[in-house]
T-cell receptor, first 113, second 113 residues
């Protein structure tokens, strides 16, 4: 049973560029959340997708956008990259209903030069 | 004041010791309490997931929740070098189909052989 998979594992970009990160949820899960984890910090919630719609959003600018596809996979897009966007980006999936825990992928490490 | 407070450590213990990790929180709406383990360059791995106050045991791990004091703990018995990782507490509120998960900053644990 495949868990949450993310691609790519590592990405290097320069300031001002755009990036797209991808996530496939754990089998049986339909809800995908994205988090940003800076070095030495806990994950910070970016947004959550359910039924192909953004359901909730954390305190992130609209440079951060996303999408969910009919097969529940998801993308995170970041425009106009800043040095401060360098972080580990984590995808977490869960099944419908708030009583279920989230399971995480291993993340994409994004480095901005 | 942060919603979730966690001592970042680092915490260094000898092999075989009992480890105690703790978090406090301020938001009374939190209903679910989680502990994740995160190895270097990996995503968080769910260790424990609890709903009510009290204790929950799983092998060498015991999670304790005290909602009246807004305090949660994770105990690791007979600690092993393989337990060396960062431990993240996380708390979730759920209402009307919307869930909010907030993480602590993580405590870095080193178990010395």
């Amino acid at each position: 049973d495949a868990g949450v998979t993310q691609s790519p594992t590592h990405l290097i970009k320069t300031r001002g560029q755009q990036v797209t990160l991808r996530c496939s949820p754990k089998s049986g899960h339909d809800t995908v959340s994205w988090y940003q984890q800076a070095l030495g910090q806990g994950p910070q919630f970016i947004f959550q997708y359910y039924e192909e719609e953004e359901r909730q959003r954390g305190n992130f600018p609209d440079r951060f956008s996303g999408h969910q596809f009919p097969n529940y996979s998801s993308e995170l897009n970041v425009n106009a990259l800043l040095l401060g966007d360098s972080a580990l980006y984590l995808c977490a999936s869960s099944s419908t209903g708030g009583s279920q825990p989230q399971h995480f992928g291993d993340g994409t490490r994004l480095s901005i030069l | 004041q942060k919603e979730v407070e966690q001592d970042p450590g680092p915490l260094s213990v000898p092999e075989g010791a009992i480890v105690s990790l703790n978090c406090t929180y301020s938001n009374s709406a939190f209903q679910y309490f989680m502990w994740y383990r995160q190895y270097s360059r990996k995503g968080p791995e769910l260790l424990m997931y609890t709903y009510s106050s009290g204790n929950k045991e799983d092998g060498r791990f015991t999670a304790q929740v005290d909602k009246s004091s807004k305090y949660i703990s994770l105990f690791i018995r007979d600690s092993q070098p393989s337990d060396s990782a960062t431990y993240l507490c996380a708390m979730k509120s759920y209402s009307g189909g919307y869930q909010k998960v907030t993480f602590g900053t993580g405590t870095k644990l080193q178990v010395i052989p």
